[in-house]
């Protein structure tokens, strides 16, 4: 049996750091970068929140399927042709994989990464959620002289995302003069939620490869991982800094640093927090953690979530809440369900919004606010989700039938207010204020 794993981790708010034990930050002169872009496709089939809800649906519940049975059916689309991409209409009509969505990417960061000596570049989707790191969705597969196949199917599947190819071992570059050899990477020959890019970054925790090859139940190191058994990076972390941007759906305006953090980007001190032991929040970058509304400059405390686990996550758009905590929150904001956006989209007058306080992230000793302007969608970008020019959108929507052990994620919207430091060295997140942890972006 295969198990299919995939999804993502996130994080919430901040404006006061409270007393968190401290630990020292390792800070270089010449940090190992990689710039990202958040891109916004307009033409996708799903909206940011459908894809995000498909996606989240699968927390804890993978899909399991034989490899006998998924590899018959690969080779019955295939039927001699090498490269697939499921996004056509002949994959929709011959293998509708269950429970994915087969659109095309909505949201999403995206950095280029290079593969084989020489490199050709691709456009990879950022996903905290995944372990594998994926290429040949769009742009084919260049083998070159470090291209070693492995002769093993890999396949990973869930929410809106499925890919299957072949395991090979390859150079990956990361940033120029920084490479890592004999990474393990999958190599697409059929996929799924991907176009138009070419496959994924996968820099979540390496356990949500279990049991994604065909032959064996080996998990497959990440591309961080790698970078610091090879010695190129000093501790086994990935931190990550974005600059917001209201007005444009695709912008070059964020950075991964991997082996360290980088001073220049975030203010005052990282806190860290150590990962949640509750399942399934335990398998990703998951964390405890409450939710308060208000509270500031006399406006009434309303507890919105009891301290639960939930996940930090770059492939989720939005900020999600289990749904008593939502509905504490609608009730306290005042907000109103839109009907003619599909699921969850909340908007409110911009009266309620001269009116609306902070909402606070609150973890171990320390509390993270997500001020009023963080708490609501770019205006300058309604048009991208379908929605009025005119209108107050909100970024905090209801998980829904989520997975027991998962009370809320936090996607892009919290990321790009905070620097966020995913330590798989010390099994650990780190939240920092930025520049634009207060910014009036939106």
């Given at each position: 049996?295969?198990?299919?794993?995939?999804?993502?981790?996130f994080?919430?708010?901040?404006?006061?750091?409270t007393?968190?034990?401290?630990?020292?930050?390792?800070?270089?002169?010449?940090?190992?970068?990689?710039p990202?872009?958040?891109?916004?496709?307009?033409?996708?089939?799903?909206?940011?929140?459908h894809?995000?809800?498909?996606?989240?649906?699968?927390?804890?519940?993978?899909?399991?399927?034989?490899?006998?049975?998924?590899?018959?059916?690969?080779?019955?689309?295939l039927?001699?042709?090498?490269?697939?991409n499921?996004?056509t209409?002949?994959?929709?009509?011959?293998?509708?994989?269950?429970?994915?969505?087969?659109?095309?990417?909505?949201?999403?960061?995206?950095?280029?990464?290079?593969v084989?000596?020489?490199?050709?570049?691709?456009?990879?989707?950022?996903?905290?959620?995944?372990?594998?790191?994926?290429?040949?969705?769009?742009?084919?597969?260049?083998?070159?002289?470090?291209?070693?196949?492995?002769?093993?199917?890999?396949?990973?599947?869930s929410g809106?995302v499925?890919?299957?190819?072949?395991?090979?071992?390859?150079?990956?570059?990361?940033?120029?003069?920084i490479?890592?050899?004999?990474?393990?990477?999958?190599?697409?020959?059929?996929?799924?939620?991907?176009?138009?890019?070419?496959g994924?970054l996968?820099?979540?925790?390496?356990?949500?490869?279990?049991?994604?090859?065909?032959k064996n139940?080996?998990?497959?190191p990440?591309v961080?991982?790698?970078?610091?058994?090879?010695?190129?990076?000093?501790?086994?972390l990935v931190?990550?800094?974005?600059?917001?941007?209201?007005?444009?759906?695709?912008?070059?305006?964020?950075?991964?640093?991997?082996?360290?953090?980088?001073?220049?980007?975030?203010?005052?001190?990282?806190?860290?927090?150590?990962?949640?032991?509750?399942?399934?929040?335990?398998?990703?970058?998951?964390?405890?953690?409450?939710?308060?509304?208000?509270?500031?400059?006399?406006?009434?405390?309303?507890?919105?979530?009891?301290?639960?686990?939930?996940?930090?996550?770059?492939?989720?758009?939005?900020?999600?809440?289990?749904?008593?905590?939502?509905?504490?929150?609608?009730?306290?904001?005042?907000?109103?369900?839109?009907?003619t956006m599909?699921?969850?989209?909340?908007?409110?007058?911009?009266?309620?919004?001269?009116?609306?306080?902070?909402?606070?992230?609150?973890i171990?000793n320390?509390t993270?606010?997500?001020?009023?302007n963080?708490?609501?969608?770019?205006?300058?970008l309604?048009?991208?989700?379908r929605?009025?020019?005119?209108?107050?959108?909100?970024?905090?929507?209801?998980?829904?039938?989520?997975?027991?052990?998962?009370?809320?994620?936090?996607?892009?919207?919290?990321?790009?207010?905070?620097?966020?430091?995913?330590?798989?060295?010390?099994?650990?997140?780190?939240?920092a204020?930025?520049?634009?942890t207060?910014?009036?972006?939106n």
């Amino acid at each position: 049996m295969l198990l299919v794993a995939v999804l993502a981790p996130f994080l919430v708010l901040a404006t006061g750091v409270t007393a968190h034990p401290k630990i020292p930050n390792a800070i270089r002169n010449t940090p190992n970068s990689v710039p990202f872009s958040k891109q916004i496709n307009v033409t996708g089939d799903l909206s940011p929140v459908h894809k995000d809800l498909i996606r989240l649906k699968n927390i804890g519940h993978d899909i399991v399927k034989g490899v006998h049975h998924i590899v018959n059916d690969v080779h019955h689309i295939l039927k001699g042709d090498h490269r697939f991409n499921a996004s056509t209409s002949h994959a929709r009509e011959e293998n509708p994989a269950p429970e994915l969505g087969l659109s095309d990417v909505v949201m999403g960061y995206v950095a280029k990464v290079g593969v084989g000596n020489p490199p050709t570049y691709y456009s990879l989707m950022v996903d905290t959620g995944r372990a594998v790191t994926w290429v040949g969705a769009n742009t084919p597969y260049q083998k070159t002289n470090t291209s070693v196949s492995n002769f093993e199917v890999v396949i990973e599947g869930s929410g809106t995302v499925f890919v299957y190819g072949i395991l090979y071992n390859d150079t990956v570059t990361i940033s120029p003069g920084i490479a890592i050899s004999q990474q393990p990477i999958g190599v697409s020959d059929i996929s799924a939620g991907i176009y138009p890019l070419d496959g994924v970054l996968g820099l979540g925790p390496k356990g949500l490869s279990y049991d994604t090859l065909a032959k064996n139940t080996s998990v497959i190191p990440t591309v961080t991982d790698n970078l610091f058994e090879q010695g190129t990076i000093e501790q086994n972390l990935v931190a990550m800094s974005f600059e917001p941007n209201s007005n444009s759906t695709s912008a070059i305006n964020g950075e991964l640093t991997f082996g360290a953090t980088d001073r220049t980007k975030y203010t005052g001190n990282i806190s860290y927090f150590p990962l949640t032991k509750t399942p399934p929040a335990s398998r990703y970058w998951g964390v405890d953690a409450s939710f308060q509304y208000g509270g500031a400059n006399g406006s009434a405390s309303v507890n919105i979530l009891d301290t639960n686990a939930g996940i930090i996550d770059t492939g989720t758009t939005l900020i999600y809440l289990s749904t008593d905590a939502y509905q504490r929150y609608v009730n306290a904001t005042g907000a109103a369900l839109n009907e003619t956006m599909g699921p969850g989209w909340l908007y409110m007058t911009p009266a309620q919004y001269e009116k609306l306080p902070p909402l606070s992230f609150n973890i171990g000793n320390s509390t993270f606010e997500l001020t009023p302007n963080a708490q609501i969608w770019p205006r300058e970008l309604n048009s991208a989700i379908r929605g009025a020019d005119d209108v107050i959108y909100l970024v905090i929507h209801s998980l829904g039938d989520s997975s027991p052990g998962v009370d809320f994620v936090c996607g892009m919207a919290f990321l790009e207010r905070f620097y966020t430091v995913f330590d798989t060295g010390n099994s650990r997140i780190g939240l920092a204020p930025t520049p634009f942890t207060n910014a009036e972006t939106n």
